[in-house]
């Protein structure tokens, strides 16, 4: 494509939307590549918001972009190609920020148009072009070995003007100060003759982290976060909540609206959470790859480049407070189901940085994990309520969710063995020591407790003595956080121990679920799964226990669930050094659970006036599924719902045909029945619906209802529309053919033979009557 020099900008831009409609997408980007190496910025600057529009979408949704998150390799490799090509790090989009950055263009974009991040049903995220080229990105600006790239030249054999020097955005002596946002505050361009060379260009990686981190993480401040712990203002929230849902209050102030939109405002997506754990990654294979003499304390006191420094200060200065905040809100808002895996794996691999060091060594067997390096205390203690609160907090949710399910069980398992990892432990008991100890010199270092650590500070000068010393990090990394008048629950604490036991508990009983409901599978008949559709099933709609995906995935779930609670359980003994005599405590209470019938007692739960109330510990036991209630249709049989093995229309042609019966020989149904004779009995048996003496226990509200209300004698033909009745008369006459038997013989036999059968259980039911007390 040939565009000739043109005086007026507009020109370009009219003639590159005039292609965009007749030429191919591969011959677009060809043409935008020769624009971006022949053009001069003040024509190029033009371009750049239809440029980025016509990548990611308009504002206004007219243009749809290229859809980089649902764009495969595998399913369109010649565009993915080209896509990836053009928006590469070294590609041209970023050539064509360098050369306008030169001549100091800007593009003002506003942050609350940032799209959010839906999730794709049908892509995989870890293949969309969109998650890989944050991948590069990342890889390209916090490299792990030497160091940050240079801007590349614009065109072949050429250098591209270099911006003028400029001052880091945040100074690196000052990366532990309370800062406003990066997309807030303006990049000077000041030149430092006697600055490292390297700083010229440091500030792009930490350009690009900021700008993730705002995107990603930065949905709340800190100050609502500490607003919102205290009591008072969960009080008043609950009140708006309740103020919404019920016209009995009285409108709410709008500083409860807010309070209430604010924190409920933000939902995350499993998607977002995956490029939020991707980010992480990075960062910690970033800031592991110091060297060991420049890792060290005494590294600190002599020149570093502003590389190191930018390493050093990338997780706890940049992500550390935003990334609490957002998993406390996905510990508090995501649903109780499997897609919580997503929160729970970002959430673990930000605990192990060690398994992104360099010098990582192979991971461990089951029988012998690997042991926590004590060089990564000072990490533990610093982060110490990314390990204790967010345990916890995942303690309250496991207890709330069904642990029989594999997915759910695995979870379990897996924070259970990270926590068990050897020397993990011991690390997060001393920190939480460490926030305990009373502090002895306050005077004099008190107004260091509220406010971040910096490395002119708190990193470089000796502060005799050491563990005094940690324990001011660790207080300040608590108080920080959770402002100086948080209640800290130690997760070695009494309650937290309590919530622990309550899960062993659990996790004991769920096993003991999944193996019942396993030996009810092996009990199953050969051919059940075959003949279900034809409803030769049990009739039973109340089963032993509520469906699970373990109904679904057979046996291998029942043995994957029972490993994973089997090694969880002993994780937790691990870790919080239970005795065997309390978790055999938990085996042998399972006996209590049954009674001597062998049947499933109802949940914990009290009598009130208007029925049966579940307490707490019910709750608990129906989410479990350790116990349940034998429901069952206290109403007219022939008023039940028609069920999937019926067929629709006999069934409501059968009961009007039984109902017309009933109306026209009420009276001497009813006759036959009052006989005190064989005859009598005989038509108690089929005419007259059992009794209610025999139903399970129903509510005061349904007992009053019930005894007002009797049924007399009379006919159902309901029986006649159901395929397993059909079927099986229809299986009998086919093999009464096979006998050379016809029709009218064969029904006369199966006549006679049913009358053999109910005339032998009518005297087993008279006889029974006779014995009961």
């Given at each position: ?9 507009s ?6 939307k005039?292609?965009?409609i ?5 011959q ?13 910025a ?5 371009i ?14 007219v ?13 369109n ?9 053009f ?9 064509l920020?360098?050369?306008?950055q030169?001549?100091d ?23 969309c ?8 990105y ?47 505050r ?27 981190v ?14 919102m ?11 708006y ?27 995350p ?16 294979a ?9 890792a ?12 190191e420094e ?14 609490y ?10 649903p ?10 970002m959430?673990l ?14 991971p ?5 994990p690997?042991?926590v ?14 390990y ?5 907090g ?21 924070v ?24 002895l010199?306050?005077?004099?270092r ?8 910096t ?7 000796p ?31 009494p ?10 508990q ?7 679920t ?14 059940h ?17 509520p ?32 005795s065997?005599?309390q ?9 209590t ?27 608990y ?10 429901i069952?249709?206290q109403g007219d ?7 999937s093995?019926e ?24 006759a036959?029945c ?18 209610l ?15 007002g209300?009797?049924?007399g ?13 059909l ?8 093999v ?26 009518t ?5 029974g ?5």
């Amino acid at each position: 494509m040939a565009f000739p020099h043109l005086q007026q900008p507009s020109f370009l831009l009219a003639s590159l939307k005039a292609d965009s409609i007749n030429k191919p997408f591969a011959q677009q980007c060809q043409d935008l590549v020769k624009v971006i190496e022949d053009f001069p910025a003040k024509e190029l600057h033009t371009i750049f918001p239809w440029l980025v529009e016509s990548i990611f979408g308009s504002l206004d949704g007219v243009l749809i972009g290229w859809n980089l998150r649902c764009l495969q390799g595998r399913v369109n490799p010649v565009e993915y190609g080209i896509v990836m090509e053009f928006l590469d790090p070294g590609g041209p989009m970023m050539k064509l920020v360098y050369k306008l950055q030169a001549e100091d263009y800007k593009f003002d974009f506003p942050v609350s148009y940032l799209p959010p991040l839906p999730v794709s049903l049908h892509v995989r995220t870890s293949d969309c072009a969109y998650f890989i080229l944050v991948d590069r990105y990342l890889s390209w600006f916090l490299p792990t070995e030497g160091s940050v790239p240079p801007p590349l030249s614009s065109s072949p054999g050429g250098t591209s003007p270099s911006p003028p020097p400029r001052t880091p955005a945040m100074p690196f002596a000052s990366y532990g100060l309370h800062h406003t946002s990066l997309l807030k505050r303006h990049i000077s361009h000041q030149t430092s003759v006697n600055a490292d060379p390297a700083s010229h260009e440091i500030w792009r990686s930490e350009t690009l982290l900021q700008v993730f981190v705002e995107m990603w993480l930065h949905h709340y401040s800190l100050e609502m976060y500490q607003k919102m712990q205290s009591p008072h203002a969960k009080l008043e929230v609950l009140h708006y909540r309740l103020s919404v849902s019920s016209a009995l209050y009285s409108p709410a102030q709008p500083s409860l609206q807010a309070l209430h939109a604010y924190q409920e405002s933000f939902t995350p997506t499993e998607e977002h959470v995956l490029v939020v754990r991707l980010l992480l990654k990075h960062l910690h294979a970033f800031a592991n790859s110091l060297k060991p003499e420049q890792a060290s304390p005494s590294a600190h006191s002599h020149a570093t480049s502003p590389l190191e420094e930018f390493k050093r200060a990338a997780v706890p200065r940049f992500v550390q407070q935003k990334l609490y905040l957002f998993l406390q809100h996905c510990f508090g808002h995501w649903p109780l189901d499997a897609s919580f895996r997503a929160v729970l794996e970002m959430w673990l691999s930000y605990l192990q940085p060690w398994r992104y060091a360099p010098d990582k060594q192979a991971p461990g067997s089951d029988s012998q994990p690997r042991c926590v390096s004590e060089k990564w205390a000072p990490f533990v203690q610093e982060n110490l309520l990314m390990y204790t609160k967010l345990f916890v907090g995942f303690l309250n949710r496991a207890l709330r969710t069904d642990l029989v399910s594999p997915k759910h069980a695995l979870m379990v398992f897996r924070v259970a063995k990270v926590f068990a990892q050897p020397n993990l432990a011991e690390m997060i008991q001393k920190g939480e020591q460490l926030f305990l100890e009373p502090e002895l010199v306050i005077s004099h270092r008190q107004h260091r407790l509220f406010t971040a650590p910096t490395f002119t500070g708190s990193f470089l000068s000796p502060w005799p003595p050491a563990v005094t010393d940690a324990s001011f990090k660790v207080k300040n990394h608590v108080y920080s956080l959770e402002g100086q008048d948080c209640k800290y629950t130690p997760m070695f604490g009494p309650e937290a121990r309590t919530l622990v036991l309550r899960l062993a508990q659990l996790i004991t009983q769920a096993k003991h679920t999944a193996k019942s409901i396993s030996d009810q599978c092996a009990e199953s008949p050969a051919g059940h799964s075959f003949l279900s559709w034809l409803g030769f099933s049990s009739m039973d709609t109340n089963g032993s226990y509520p469906a699970n995906d373990l109904d679904e995935m057979g046996q291998d779930s029942v043995r994957k669930t029972d490993e994973y609670l089997e090694k969880a359980l002993e994780y937790l003994r691990q870790i919080f050094r239970l005795s065997e005599a309390q978790l055999r405590q938990f085996t042998l209470a399972l006996g209590t659970t049954q009674d001597e019938n062998g049947k499933k007692q109802l949940p914990d739960c009290i009598v009130g006036e208007d029925g049966l109330i579940l307490t707490p510990l019910g709750r608990y036991q129906i989410i479990n599924g350790l116990r349940r209630f034998e429901i069952e249709y206290q109403g007219d049989p022939e008023l039940q719902p028609i069920r999937s093995y019926e067929i629709a229309s006999l069934v409501r042609t059968l009961f009007r045909l039984s109902s017309a019966i009933n109306r026209r020989f009420a009276g001497q149904m009813a006759a036959l029945c009052s006989r005190d004779d064989f005859l009598g009995s005989f038509c108690r048996y089929h005419l007259t619906e059992p009794g209610l003496a025999s139903r399970h226990l129903l509510s005061p509200v349904v007992r009053r209802q019930v005894a007002g209300y009797t049924r007399g004698p009379r006919l159902s033909l309901r029986f006649l529309g159901s395929y397993r009745t059909l079927v099986s008369l229809l299986l009998a006459f086919l093999v009464a053919s096979l006998f050379c038997v016809g029709p009218l013989p064969c029904t006369l036999l199966l006549t006679l033979g049913y009358v053999l059968y109910a005339s032998a259980m009518t005297l087993l039911t008279e006889r029974g009557k006779l014995h009961q007390p």
